[in-house]
Structure formats: structure tokens, C-alpha cells
């Protein structure tokens, strides 16, 4: 019985479609095992950070990307100045204000002091977080305000803030409370030397303004703030009060709203006062 003439050729035939689909498979396989491109940039991508201290420093770190922070080196102040750290362009600056922490017989003593030490010798602890993109801060799981290429700072020196403070920096994945505001606009406060006092004109804050409206308020004038973590009554999350340094010997501070006991109580919003620069607005948040 003599072959069919077409027979080879329909083997060869045959042949190509299965070389084609080993071939299809091997690489089926190999995209299915190999990172891609997105994966990789996923990964790279600002999650979460969070710094925890208390009013004597002891700060931790945690969060998924706690690997995009560097610390930036720590400096004494007093009278409630601030160190002026660099911050490398691109780059989110954490300032964290604390009491050195003590040692030896002094630290019993000092576990339940709300007041600070007599010299009033604070540390500040700066680090850098490369977010990439905007990011949303929290303060004791309150939404404060987002940033990017910006400066935060943290204050926990203030009498009666007691317990351990926690400032959050979430990539804006998902749902976010909050608003997006952009940084303040540097060209409209070149004019303000840091090292030198000037007059502002206090701003109308009430107990339960939100946090957003009380930030926008002291970016009109320029003044730089770091948050306070408070207890007590209130609405939380919200602005309790306002401390603006007023310049001077004794380093008073203008509180609004006003209070009977405040050491400037006879200032009241609208008045024209003179402050330090150096010294950042205190904003008191409740916890």
C-alpha cells in the first residue's frame, strides 16, 4: 500500500501548531511568574507612616513604609523657637517637639510632671519622608491637613498634654477625609524674614473650627504652626485654641479664643500685634 502524498505535509503541518503552542505556554508561564513594570512601581508607592512620642521624646516608628523616612538629626531650642532644618526639595519634613529625656533619679521624679523643666530646654527631632505624592496627616487619628513638599511639626511640651501623641502620613489610596491643600504659596511670603519680628492681625477662632479653616487663616499671615494634641471637652478633631507668640522678653502668647487666664487676654482678634517668627503658632487640636 503506497503512502498518501499529502501525509508528510500534513505532519509538518500538524507540527507547527504544537511548536507554537509550547512556545505560547512557556511564555505564558514566564509572564506569570515575572514582576511587571506596575508591580514594581506598586511596591515603591508611599503607603502609610507612623511616628509615636511622648512629652520626654521615646519616638517609634511603624507603618509599611517606615523604609521612606530619614532622620534628619536632632537640636536643642528654647523660649520656643524652632530649628530651622533644611528640607531637600521634593522632600516632607517631620519636626517632633519633646522634653530631653532624663535619667537616673530624675526620671522617677519626672513621671507625673506636666509642667516643663525649669530651663525650658526642648529637643527637636526632624525627619524626611519621601512621599512621592500628597500625603494625609493625622494627629491621634484625626485628619489635619494633606501635604506635599511641606513642613509638619508636632509639639507635645505643652502643660497637659499627657500621653503618647501619634502623627500619621497615609498615600492618598481610597476615600480620604479631607480636603487637598496645595503648600503655601512661597511667593507670597518672601518678604518675611524669620529672623526678624513683625506685626500681624489676630484672626477670629473659635473653639470647634475645623482644622483646614484655622490653617488657611494663619497661611494668610504668614505664620508657620505645629500641632498640639490636647484632652479634654470639645469636638474632636477640632481646633480648641490658637497660641501666636507675641514678641517680647518674657515670650508671651496671644490665645484665642481668649481666656481669663491667658498671659494676653487683652488682645482679641482684629488687633494688630507684634510677633516672634522664630516661634511657631501652637494649634491645639482635641484629642
Known amino acids: 500500500m503506497r503512502s498518501h502524498p499529502h501525509r508528510p505535509a500534513a505532519l509538518a503541518a500538524g507540527a507547527v ?28 508607592t508611599f503607603s502609610s507612616v507612623r511616628f509615636t512620642l511622648g512629652a520626654r521624646g521615646d519616638i517609634q516608628l511603624a507603618g509599611a513604609s517606615r523604609t521612606a523616612v530619614t532622620r534628619a538629626g536632632d537640636r536643642t531650642v528654647t523660649g520656643g523657637r524652632a530649628y530651622p ?5 521634593g522632600k516632607l519634613l517631620v519636626v517632633l517637639r519633646h522634653w530631653p529625656s532624663p535619667s537616673g533619679q530624675r526620671a522617677a521624679r519626672d513621671v507625673v510632671r506636666l509642667l516643663p523643666p525649669p530651663d525650658d530646654v526642648a529637643i527637636e527631632s526632624a525627619y524626611l519622608v519621601d512621599t512621592g505624592d500628597w500625603a494625609l496627616a493625622e494627629l491621634d487619628g484625626h485628619a489635619v491637613q494633606w501635604l506635599r ?6 509639639d507635645t511640651t505643652k502643660a497637659g498634654a499627657v500621653g503618647r501623641t501619634h502623627l500619621t502620613l497615609s498615600g492618598p489610596r ?27 492681625v489676630l484672626p477670629e477662632v473659635e473653639s470647634g473650627t475645623t482644622v483646614p479653616e484655622v490653617l488657611a487663616r494663619l497661611r494668610e499671615r504668614c505664620l508657620d504652626v ?50 516672634d517668627p522664630s516661634r511657631p503658632t501652637r494649634v491645639l487640636v482635641t484629642r
Open 17 to 44: 501548531p504544537l511548536a507554537v503552542a509550547l512556545a505560547l505556554l512557556a511564555t505564558g508561564c514566564e509572564a506569570s511568574t515575572t514582576p511587571t513594570a506596575t508591580d514594581a512601581h506598586a511596591d515603591d
Open 85 to 89: 532644618f533644611d528640607r531637600p526639595p
Open 149 to 154: 513638599r511641606d513642613t509638619i511639626r508636632v
Open 174 to 200: 481610597g476615600s480620604r477625609p479631607g480636603q487637598v491643600t496645595p503648600p503655601q504659596d512661597a511667593r507670597a511670603c518672601d518678604g518675611v524674614d524669620p529672623a526678624v519680628n513683625r506685626y500681624v
Open 226 to 275: 505645629q500641632y498640639v494634641s490636647m484632652p479634654g471637652g470639645g469636638h474632636r478633631g477640632t481646633v480648641r485654641s490658637i497660641e501666636i507668640p507675641v514678641a517680647g522678653h518674657t515670650a508671651p502668647v496671644a490665645e484665642l479664643p481668649p481666656t481669663d487666664d491667658s498671659p494676653a487676654q487683652d488682645r482679641l482678634p482684629g488687633d494688630k500685634i507684634l510677633t
